[in-house]
């Protein structure tokens, strides 16, 4: 039953026929020409009345009205979305769509926070659309983004040394990947050394000073974030913390993990948004190499070693998005699986309903999977991207990964609706320079 200023309406849908009845009495039945796969009501238009939606089949692609360039319409069937007005004793057609472009299985509706009706449809693949009611007619919604995650960019002497010489800077690191970050919503680089402005501070292992022309080339290939709560973010103090958050801001790229001494309050995420969801972004490390941290600055570098504290990031972040993702440093050097480490955080995270979870440090490529825990909440866990780019000899140290994942608005929230691992190699060519590509 269906409630309406005027009355009580029942909707029964037979042999792919629909009939509306008002107080119990039959006033409407579909037209004959349409065979009705599903039928609902609801307030689609949030005028605060309810309309009737029908996903049918007819003949043809286009109804009475077909464009100027159509001069026959087809014969076959297709699919379309009509919507019908209750009018007290009648039913008023509302809004006949053309061919809706897609096959559909399955037509719900949701409500959203702001106070919207979508309109999902599901194809035979389980593929969901959103669709919102605007003005006159439905309006297809981009309501996925697209993530490329890379690992660490690690900053040897070899390295910068050839990229100090290059008259280009340091843009040919990125020159093989430049279209997959274009093609992504949002594109992620572990900045793993901290960037100095000062020639005479470069460096290499153990305490790393990375050009800032780097940080140049960062930007300019259009990356939107870069994750810095790694173990060597304090290499050069809080003068090297300063120059990477400074420099990065300064791009309007999104610095994660590290805080300079002048921001005194704690900031545990930082919140994006693209195509109506809005994620907040969690950066960790395990530790900074033993490097004290500046007393009057205690979240200089935010650090995996208080539980109760994460969790009430968490929480947080949860409270202030739709997804969640942690980027974490963490794990044992070289191993080509995940420690106990990283096997415990990652059931704490996923015992924080985080929905992806993006781990570097180990310089080796580890697995990634799919989590769920008890009450069916997914997590997308990477244990280790590996190394983006490095000078280290180890083989396992040259081939490192790209993550990639879209998160989509489905009648359940918001989901991972796919992800994906890719190699990458390392490769040192003459003349000093690295190359990174899939």
Known sequence: MHDAQS?????????????????NAPIWTSPTDIRVQ???????????????????????????????????????????????????????????SSYIGQDVSEMTVKP??????????????????????DSWGFTKENTEVSFVVFGDNLMHEPIYRYGLQNETGFHFLFENVRDLIAKSDIAVLNQETPLIDDPSRYSDYPRFGTPLKVGEAIASAGL????????HALDQG?????????????????CLGIQTGEETAY??????????????????????NGIQMPEASPHMVH??????????????????????????????????????????WAQLFLSCQVDAVVGTHPHTLQPCELVRDENGH????????????SAQPEKTCTRGGMASFTVSLTADGYKITSYDLQPLTITRETGGRYTVAP
């Open 378 to 389: 997914e997590m997308l866990l990477y244990y280790s991207l590996g190394n983006f780019v």
């Open 224 to 231: 939107h974030v870069v994750t810095c709560a790694t173990n």
């Open 303 to 344: 650090l995996l070693t208080d539980e109760a504290a994460v969790r009430r990031d968490i929480a947080q972040a949860k409270a202030d998005s739709d997804f969640v993702i942690v980027f974490v440093h963490w794990g044992t050097e070289y191993a080509a699986e995940p420690d106990d480490f990283q096997q415990k």
């Open 267 to 288: 900031r545990p995420y930082e919140t994006i948004e693209k195509n109506g969801i809005r994620f907040a972004l969690l950066n960790y490390t395990y530790g900074v």
């Open 112 to 133: 959203d926070d702001a106070a919207r009706n979508h309109l999902f449809l599901t194809d035979p693949t389980g593929k969901i659309t959103s669709w919102i009611w």
């Open 38 to 96: 599903a039928a609902l009501s609801c307030d689609i238009d949030r005028d605060q009345h309810d309309e009737l939606l029908l996903l049918c089949w007819k003949r043809g692609r286009y109804g009475k009205q077909k464009p100027f360039w159509i001069d026959r319409d087809e014969r076959t069937w297709s699919q379309h979305i009509f919507v019908y007005q209750y009018d007290t004793d009648t039913i008023r057609p509302k809004w006949m």
């Open 7 to 23: 009355g009580q309406y029942e909707i029964s849908l037979q042999n792919k026929s629909v009939t509306v009845f008002y107080e």
């Open 238 to 254: 809080p003068e090297g913390i300063r120059c990477t958050k400074d420099f990065f801001t300064s791009q309007n790229i999104l």
